[in-house]
């Protein structure tokens, strides 16, 4: 049975994350421990952030490509799906302040989530806290009730829309949310181009493409239309089947930097949720309930025991799982409060022995 165990925040010099060095949690809290945590952290590749307005000097691990884009960033996107939705303005606030402050700079949000208001909430923040240059924005168009599907006026329009709601003159990533089969995809990148040409956006993606429309836009790509250097899709130790196969091949073959959504399958790698007692009655529980049952049981138990070995939550084991997978550039991970924050930024400095990852995989097979 599962070690139930209760998770105390270690100081560290990565972020605020503990530290871990051949399986053993190192906290740095007396002049003794400081030759080991110095070796500890050149074992982790990390960097120091000497501007970082929210906080000052501080020490994140080391960024990570998002494929051939140029752009650069820590190994986690913070979702938005939830400002605007089940955080108000004032709780999204207090996320946003934490994840920034502890180093977190790639943000994920839609033009549909609550309507465009995630945007309004991210865009407002963003101007009070003069944190724009900082943050690299990601947002997805396509499914909001005003811009459906991605003919190329409603591209045109709900990028418009959405520099509007950010309050931004450029997307650092925008995504095309889902594929639109009645546009010709020639004629939706086609208006693509002329963005990028303008400045209003830096780089695209594309979640939850067929591995069919990913070739297909490769081709297109090779024809001198923009190419899709980003994969966003649903990914984590309870849905594997979905990504791995022919998705994660061609995802791998066209170098696609991959960014999970769901990495924490609606919360419930978290650990809050392990009996239906614990289920919140409103759409995000019974999203959540869906995963209790053998084998999600199956999979908490093993998560249980390797976030004890490291010293860290469960939620961060489940997102150093994602890392590990050669494919994995940041998956992208919601929080309901500002004080979950730490337990996200805290995945990318852990390292997953290979025994470890093993179990994780026969445990969520």
Known sequence: MARRHSYRAHEASVAGATLVEDGITTAVDDAASVTASAAATSALRVETVETNTMSGPIMVPVRRPLGDTGISTHPLALGGSTFGWTLGRDEA????DRFAGIGGDLIDTADSYAAGRSECILGSWMRTRNTRDRMRIMTKIGRHPDHRGLAPVDIRAAVEDSLQ???????????????DPEVPLEESLGEVDALITAGKVLTIGAADFSPERLIEARVLAANGLPRFEL?????NLMERKPFEGATELVAHAQGLAVLPYFALANGFLGGQVRRRSDVRHDARGHRVAKHLGRRGHRVMSAVDEIAFAHGVQPASIALAWLLAKPTVVAPVASATRSDQVEALIAAASVELHRSELVELDRASA
């Open 231 to 235: 994969l966003t899709t649903r990914y």
């Open 165 to 179: 709601r950010l309050g931004t003159d450029r997307i650092d990533v925008l995504f095309f949310h889902g594929d």
């Open 93 to 96: 606030y207090d996320v946003l």
